[in-house]
């Protein structure tokens, strides 16, 4: 079973739409959890933390249930630019006091005019 | 600041050639990672280093070495490239203090590796 699994798409959405993805993870020693965006052939990019209480970044929600080991990303009005992969990830601690990162495969979104 | 850079961008290699990624960042980091990524696989961590003179190996880091030649810089090798390693290549790096939530993971543009 891979340590962080999504749903991998494709999202077909038109504007304006609300879209929700999914992400599990597997290690109960996790730390930290956070949405990254990548567009296609570019570097990935810090979307948002997640944090326990929940948190919202204009159109943008982030929730995360630890009893559940479960982590959501609502995206509403969507637009255009949204279109990308959206990529889970989950930190923890590990030899070397290193902060490891482990990402999903990613869930696709393309938003249609 | 440029934050983090890679070389080269593109490269193709023939099968058992050798080469070596450079990446560097100017952003004072203590951590820096290599991933690659193939098509379906997300990002899976090949080396990181936690801190100048330390490297460990991450989830795929057979056929590869890596070098962190100072804070700035964490090279990595193929000392025999074979067809399976044909990937994009990311390095990034991390300031590792304080608070663990707030450590955001810089990338850079990535290496685009081809082996024949």
């Known amino acids: 079973r891979k340590e962080v699994e999504q749903d991998p798409g494709p999202f077909n959405v038109p504007e304006g739409a609300t879209v929700a993805f999914n992400c599990t993870y597997s290690n109960s020693a996790s730390q930290s959890f956070f949405w990254y965006r990548q567009d296609c052939r570019k570097e990935p990019k810090l979307l948002m933390s997640?944090?326990?209480s929940g948190n919202e970044d204009g159109r943008f929600t982030a929730q995360l249930n630890r009893a559940s080991q479960y982590i959501s990303l609502l995206i509403r009005d969507s637009k255009l630019s949204d279109s990308a992969t959206y990529l889970c990830?989950?930190?923890?601690?590990?030899?070397?006091?290193?902060?490891?990162?482990?990402f999903g495969s990613g869930t696709q979104l393309t938003v249609l005019p | 600041n440029a934050g983090v850079t890679q070389t080269p961008k593109f490269q193709v290699l023939k099968t058992g050639q050798s080469m070596t990624l450079q990446c560097a960042q100017d952003m004072n980091h203590n951590s820096m990672y290599w991933y690659r990524q193939d098509p379906g696989m997300g990002l899976r961590l090949i080396y990181y280093s936690a801190s100048e003179g330390t490297t460990d190996k991450g989830e795929v880091p057979n056929g590869y070495n890596v070098s962190r030649l100072n804070k700035r810089e964490f090279s990595l090798r193929l000392e025999s490239a074979a067809p399976s390693q044909t990937s994009v290549y990311f390095c990034?790096?991390?300031?590792?203090?304080?608070?663990?939530?707030?450590?955001?993971?810089?990338f850079g543009p990535g290496t685009r590796l081809t082996v024949l």
């Open positions: 990034a790096s991390l300031f590792s203090g304080g608070t663990v939530s707030y450590n955001e993971q810089f």
């Open positions: 990830v989950v930190y923890r601690l590990s030899s070397g006091s290193a902060r490891q990162l482990t």
């Open positions: 997640v944090y326990s």
